[in-house]
């Protein structure tokens, strides 16, 4: 009986060590990246009022379905919004403003709104009113 030493036969196996090795490094550089992807907006969401009463400072500009404006029930146009808001905030330390919107008003007016009491420093803080 001879053995034959040195004779092998072919192997058909796959080699996967270069594949894991690539599997690892590409899920190395995900665990890295992925906590950099994540981007949003802190929000605060106000609490449900116990009581309906609102305090008298509080400057609240309301934006009806078909797009009418009024600041504390005393009607505005959008022309006249940055007047009127510039007239209120001119003599406040706090720049506040808070948007009561009816459900059915377009985004747009609520938007349209909200760039013209952000502009030119007229507020700091807009807040959103919860029905």
């Known amino acids: 009986m001879s053995m034959d030493i040195g004779a092998s036969k072919a192997k058909s196996d796959i080699n996967i060590t270069p594949l894991i090795d690539v599997l690892l490094v590409l899920l190395i550089i995900f665990m890295v990246i992925t906590p950099l992807l ?13 009581s309906q009463s609102k305090p008298s400072n509080v400057i609240v500009l309301q934006i009806d379905a078909n797009g009418g404006l009024s600041i504390n029930k005393k009607s505005v146009t959008f022309n006249d919004l940055g007047d009127e808001l510039n007239a209120i905030y001119s003599t406040r330390p706090d720049k506040v403003l808070f948007v009561d919107g009816d459900d059915n008003v377009r985004y747009e007016d609520v938007i349209k709104a909200v760039d013209i009491a952000k502009s030119q420093g007229k507020v ?6 919860l029905n």
Request: aromatic share 10%; charged share 15%; net charge positive.
């Open 38 to 50: 994540q981007k949003g907006f802190n929000t605060q969401v106000p609490q449900k009022a116990q």
């Open 124 to 129: 700091e803080t807009i807040g959103f009113v």
